[in-house]
Structures are given as C-alpha cells and as structure tokens.
C-alpha cells in the first residue's frame, strides 16, 4: 500500500518505478530485435541467452507495472509514452555480437542505478514490497552483468 505519511516521497518512488517501467519496455523489444538480428559463430548461444533475457524482462514489466497500480498511481501504458520516459536507446543499427553483449551490459548497468535509486526511496519510505521487488531485479542484473562480461571476455 502506499505510504500516506509521506506523500511527496511516494510521488518520488511512483515516478521512479515508471522510468523503470519505460527502460525495461524498450530494454525489452531491444533483447528481442538482437534475439532476431544476431549473426555470426556464437548465433545459437546468444540467441537463446537473448530470448531468456527478454523472457525475464516481460515479467519484470508487469510486477513493476503492478506495483505501480498497487500503489493507487496510474503506471506508463503506452509505446509512446514510454519512448518519453526511457533513459535506454533504441538499437536502430546492425551491431556484431559482441557489441550487443556491450550494449546489453550498459543497459543494465544504466537500469540497476534507477533501480539502487527508487530502493532507497522505497527504503526512506518504509515500502518493503517495492524494496523486496528491486531487489530482486537488482540482484538478477548483477548476475546478469557478471556472466555477459565473462562471455564478453572469453570471446
Ligand atoms: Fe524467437
């Protein structure tokens, strides 16, 4: 539920969690444009790796959509809206393989600092549920970003 007392830091955290909301929608459809566009050696690897991200991004963008909703607040609902908000590019070239992982990483990287930023709102505010949510996220994507560099590195 939200936090009554502090009204000004629910705000805060709301809007955070829709700024995550729009990263991880176009993070998402970025996953899949590589999951269809990789070529190369390592094609099978990473289009699986890619389709297993995207797969784990389609669910993070309900619970965060959720619990936006969860918090009496309206969350992003549109394409365009979520363009707005992004702090991700969109991929409009033809990267190799390996500038996909880098741009992966990056991305992630980007997402788990918002992602640090709204759990210290939530943990100001005392809103365990989206503090026990991110971290959730922030956890996979540190996992994320470790094995992406060991790939990254042993390629
Ligand atoms: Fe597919």
Sequence with gaps: MSNASNPEIDAKIISGLNSLLADAVVFRYKLQNYHWNVRGRQFFELHAQFESLYTAWTGHIDDVAE??????????????R?????RIAE?????HDKQMVERVVADLLTIH???RDVIEDGESAGDR?????LDGIGDEIEKNVWMLRAWHHGS
């Design 91 to 95: 991929e409009e070239g033809t990267p």
């Design 67 to 80: 619990r936006v909703r969860a918090k009496e607040a309206a969350p992003l609902a549109t394409l365009a």
């Design 113 to 115: 600092k918002s992602v």
């Design 129 to 133: 549920t989206t503090v026990n949510l």
């Design 82 to 86: 979520c363009l707005e908000h992004t």
